[in-house]
């Protein structure tokens, strides 16, 4: 992106049958792991599916980056609430990464209810010759056992497993909408609509809730939790965003329930842009800390608002994601669409900022060139090596040959989640129940 914006290249795409996708297929998270070497998605059936970067090879040295299926499990089963006669759903909310401390990978899965740690582990030996055991398994008869042999590892096809080392559970009365895992890699927060619990990683049994903004009669709610995140470097500090348009700041060396805030984030609203639709649309469904912690990038339903941490009282730059929707909030709001979540993601260097929109397009912009560009993950896109290219919407009066009309956009057709790698141009887009990987031109 930085040489130039309309070089991205398609490495790879996964794709679903459209004809056999179903709910479940529909991609619900999706996250890299801090090297960028694994890549993995939560679907709406409960399954997470690892992809791992391909190791570069002599004879094609340029083949570096497709991913490849590594690991596929099902993470959590849809369950019955029978005190609350509730149905609690198997959708796989969010995905975090722990950085590698020795072979095996970990990572967290979280749906509505409970947190999962699952451990990701690669066999390719297995042990022969056991004592009490036969080849099959099954147990020898010890008066039969008259010599002790030594097992021996022999070779096997590469088997990953995955295996659930921990379940959080039973610590919240609401919806979990994010799980962050904090610097000090010991503990990580849960949060839903009205608390945040933290965890050690440690302990399943309890946890501790740090944030509580449910008041005494639930007809005084004004607002609720919409996401948190911990401070990349610091591990006293989080942010949380409400459904109202603010961030609050938190310190957890001030107290042991975060109730009063150490930063408040808020916008003064234009009055004279004020309507019907304006705290909905306010609402955040994103918060993001930059890998500097310098900065937070919040994502509203038009825009991304980037804020510097020693700045409360506005934004430091403010990118309009698709302001032509502006006039049709009126049909958004009755078909539901102006509740979609979109989330918004920093690339390596924080220098450049992506988010999805409509019509599985997705936006970029780069903060130091101030220019931004409309990209489409579709199925005509999808062949390897094809360049993608900038699309435009056109809103009213004559409408160019490649632009596209704001009338005929596919609202069915949305990106809410991406991810872009650690360290290099690479990006994943799920639309809906594809997957798609791009990135920049290999020369």
Not at 59 to 79: A, D, I, K, L
Not at 162 to 190: C, G, K, L, Q, W
């Amino acid at each position: 992106m930085e040489e130039d914006v309309e070089t991205r290249k398609i490495s790879s795409s996964f794709l679903r049958d459209h004809s056999y996708a179903t709910e479940a297929d529909i991609i619900s998270t999706v996250e890299f792991n801090h090297t960028g070497e694994l890549l993995a998605t939560g679907d709406k059936g409960g399954r997470v599916v690892i992809f791992q970067r391909e190791q570069e090879s002599k004879n094609q040295p340029h083949r570096r980056g497709e991913y490849n299926v590594y690991s596929t499990f099902q993470s959590h089963e849809p369950e019955f609430d029978y005190l609350k006669s509730l149905e609690i759903e198997e959708k796989i909310n969010k995905i975090r990464w722990l950085p590698q401390q020795n072979a095996a990978y970990f990572l967290l899965s979280t749906n509505d209810k409970t947190v999962k740690l699952w451990k990701v582990s690669e066999r390719d030996k297995r042990p022969e010759g056991y004592n009490l055991k036969d080849e099959d398994g099954r147990l020898r008869d010890p008066s039969m056992i008259t010599v002790l042999r030594v097992p021996v590892l022999r070779p096997m096809d590469l088997m990953v497993e995955a295996t659930p080392r921990r379940v959080f559970a039973n610590a919240h009365t609401y919806h979990i909408n994010s799980i962050s895992v904090n610097s000090d890699y010991e503990t990580y927060m849960s949060a839903d609509d009205l608390r945040i619990n933290l965890w050690n990683f440690e302990i399943t049994n309890q946890s501790f809730n740090i944030v509580d903004i449910k008041p005494a009669n639930m007809e005084e709610l004004t607002e609720v939790i919409t996401a948190a995140e911990f401070h990349p470097h610091h591990c006293n500090t989080f942010v949380y965003s409400s459904s109202k348009g603010t961030i609050r700041l938190c310190d957890m060396r001030t107290a042991a329930l975060c109730d009063r805030h150490a930063k408040f984030f808020e916008e003064p609203e234009d009055p004279s842009n004020r309507s019907f639709f304006s705290e909905i649309i306010s609402s955040i469904s994103d918060v993001k800390f930059s890998h500097s912690g310098r900065y937070i990038m919040t994502r509203d339903y038009l825009t991304v608002k980037v804020w510097d941490l020693n700045m409360e009282n506005r934004p430091i730059e403010t990118y309009q994601v698709h302001d032509y929707l502006r006039s049709k909030l009126c049909s958004l709001y009755e078909n539901d669409c102006i509740f979609d979540k979109f989330e918004c993601v920093w690339n390596g260097s924080d220098s450049v900022i992506m988010t999805g929109s409509y019509n599985n397009f997705f936006r970029m912009f780069d903060r130091n060139t101030k220019r931004d560009v409309t990209l489409e993950a579709s199925r005509e896109n999808s062949k390897p090596r094809a360049v993608l290219k900038p699309r435009k919407v056109c809103v009213g009066g004559k409408r160019r040959k490649d632009e596209i009309s704001v009338d005929s956009l596919d609202f069915s057709k949305k990106i809410l989640h991406t991810a872009w790698h650690p360290s290099e141009n690479i990006i994943a887009v799920a639309a809906t129940n594809n997957l798609y990987i791009f990135q920049d031109k290999v020369n």
